[in-house]
């Protein structure tokens, strides 16, 4: 298991070289270093899948109530939306000159790929470990909250301008931001909007994601054509 998660972690690492790729080409070409805010995003990115990583090594041991796999889920519930708000950085293409903007726009497009695909899998492992210890009903309904967080997550960073470290450093400003579209409904009606667009998002591509998964990875699945034609197959052998 541990080799695999290595060969997965190299794949994505050589993906995130494109990424890098691109932008230092950009940086030469342009002679500025506007856009490195992609790199540090990208970077954040990875965090919650080498959680995971750690959190998958210590389930087996202990159950997942025990304080140790509890501090790495919360951990990771709590990265996750950085891999996410990748998404919300093509709203920097308006700044983008004319010339460069096909570019740049490729550029970005590889930097959210990347991202996207390390929040969906570490929310991928953590499922299957969900769906080993409870149902699928009540997987789908934590799964659910984690991206409602992550959307709500990506409102607070964009439109207030907060982030993970503010946890640390300046707590009031998250709780201040985190209560105030709950205390005034209509002056934060921005708030609910992007809420609501990104959870939208998130959840559909996890869910169209996740059951192209299961149809492939089925056990012993056969494909309709090979139903249909077998029959035909014996009645020529006859």
């Not at 500025?32 to 990583?53: D, E, F, R, T």
């Not at 959870?199 to 139903?227: C, E, G, N, S, W």
């Amino acid at each position: 298991y541990t080799t695999l998660f290595r060969s997965v972690l190299t794949t994505l690492f050589l993906s995130s070289l494109v990424s890098i790729g691109f932008f230092v080409a950009q940086a030469i070409n342009n002679h500025s270093w506007a856009n490195s805010y992609l790199l540090i995003n990208l970077l954040l990115a990875w965090i919650p899948l080498l959680v995971v990583y750690y959190l998958l090594r210590v389930l087996p041991n202990y159950p997942w109530l025990n304080w140790r796999p509890m501090l790495l889920t919360f951990l990771w519930l709590g990265l996750l939306p950085n891999s996410f708000y990748l998404v919300s950085d093509l709203i920097h293409l308006a700044l983008v000159a004319q010339n460069s903007i096909l570019y740049d726009s490729v550029m970005f497009q590889t930097f959210i790929f990347n991202g996207l695909i390390l929040g969906y899998l570490s929310v991928y492992l953590v499922h299957r470990q969900l769906l080993r210890r409870i149902t699928n009903h009540w997987a789908n309904i934590l799964l659910g909250l984690a991206f409602f967080v992550c959307s709500f997550a990506i409102y607070l960073g964009r439109e207030l301008r907060l982030s993970s470290w503010n946890f640390v450093t300046t707590p009031a400003s998250i709780l201040f931001g985190i209560s105030s579209p709950f205390v005034n409904i209509s002056g934060h009606l921005q708030a609910y909007t992007v809420t609501l667009m990104f959870f939208i998002l998130i959840v559909l591509m996890y869910v169209v994601v996740f059951r192209l998964l299961q149809i492939f990875t089925r056990p012993k699945a056969q494909l309709p054509d090979q139903h249909l034609t077998r029959p035909a197959a014996d009645k020529v052998h006859r």
